[in-house]
């Protein structure tokens, strides 16, 4: 791998937009297709109003403005022992040739916190979390499964 470390944020928007543009365009070439997932918290405002228009990809504060039920997160797990594809069920991970995400001020990627339970799950592609030590405490997030093979990362 390789670590970049920036002086400004100008600076690594515009190194990101061309680093993604560089991996879609070789994935595209290759497979007819990119897929890329992105996490939420900051790194939202940091790729979506920069590489896309802000009506595809609204902030993380504006999805909490809208009027959802507030154990959202209970919700998911609840449908998620129905819905929830297991990793023996399917062969492959998601194809997905980028995955962006940030690091909390607790260390949390992808919200998977230190010592957490979910960080042992490996029979799902995503999992559900109500005890996050950052708020909001209910998230949805993937597991390594699907974190760890992504060679872009």
């Known amino acids: 791998g390789e670590l970049r470390i920036y002086e400004n944020l100008d600076e690594l928007k515009s190194d990101l937009a061309d680093y993604i543009a560089e991996l879609s365009e070789a994935a595209v070439k290759e497979r007819g297709a990119f897929a890329i997932a992105l996490s939420g918290g900051?790194?939202?405002?940091?790729?979506?109003?920069?590489?896309?228009?802000?009506?595809?990809?609204?902030?993380?504060?504006?999805?909490?403005?809208?009027?959802?039920?507030?154990?959202t997160c209970l919700l998911y797990a609840s449908a998620s022992k129905n819905t929830t594809v297991s990793v023996s069920d399917i062969s492959d991970c998601p194809k997905l040739d980028l995955i962006l995400?940030?690091?909390?001020?607790?260390?949390?990627?992808?919200?998977?916190?230190?010592?957490?339970?979910?960080?042992?799950?490996?029979?799902?592609?995503?999992?559900?979390?109500?005890?996050?030590?950052?708020?909001?405490?209910?998230r949805i997030t993937f597991t390594f499964p699907v974190i760890k093979p992504k060679l872009s990362i």
């Not at 802000?54 to 039920?69: D, E, G, N, V």
């Not at 260390?107 to 957490?116: G, T």
């Open 101 to 138: 995400l940030g690091i909390g001020p607790d260390h949390h990627v992808a919200s998977l916190c230190s010592n957490h339970s979910a960080l042992n799950e490996t029979d799902k592609w995503v999992t559900f979390i109500i005890d996050s030590p950052k708020a909001p405490p209910e």
């Open 42 to 71: 900051s790194l939202i405002g940091l790729t979506g109003f920069r590489l896309f228009p802000a009506i595809f990809i609204p902030s993380t504060i504006q999805f909490r403005q809208r009027k959802l039920p507030t154990n």
